[in-house]
């Protein structure tokens, strides 16, 4: 089965930096088999996509975070990460990584990230 588990949100001023981490494990799971995505959700809102990196390594990403958020990965750890620069009050939610361009897997917990202005 597979599972992600998402790391590194927290409490930051706007226009601070945070690094996001998402480790996939699982049977013969590989995060360069499948395009890899970062997802966010804030309170009342629907989840919404917000970059994603090809099998491939091509990026991809919302055109509200392009220039301030890279998605990186190490698929020797099978880790996806999401740096995020110029922070702003609009980027707090919980943040997700799950498949991109494909049926999704199971959700993680997801992490948390606040933006103070």
């Known amino acids: 089965q597979v599972q992600f588990v998402e790391s590194g949100g927290g409490l930051v001023q706007a226009g601070g930096s945070l690094r996001l981490s998402c480790a996939a494990s699982?049977?013969?799971?590989?995060?360069?088999?499948?395009?890899m995505g970062w997802y966010r959700q804030a309170p009342g809102k629907q989840r919404e996509w917000v970059a994603a990196i090809t099998s491939g390594g091509s990026p991809n990403y919302v055109n509200s975070v392009k220039g301030r958020f890279t998605i990186s990965r190490d698929t020797a750890k099978n880790t996806v990460y999401l740096q995020m620069n110029s922070l702003k009050p609009e980027d707090s939610a919980v943040y997700y990584c799950?498949?991109?361009?494909?049926?999704?897997?199971?959700w993680g917990q997801g992490t948390q990230v606040t933006v103070s202005s």
């Open positions: 799950n498949a991109w361009g494909r049926s999704y897997y199971n």
């Open positions: 699982g049977i013969t799971f590989s995060i360069t088999s499948m395009g």
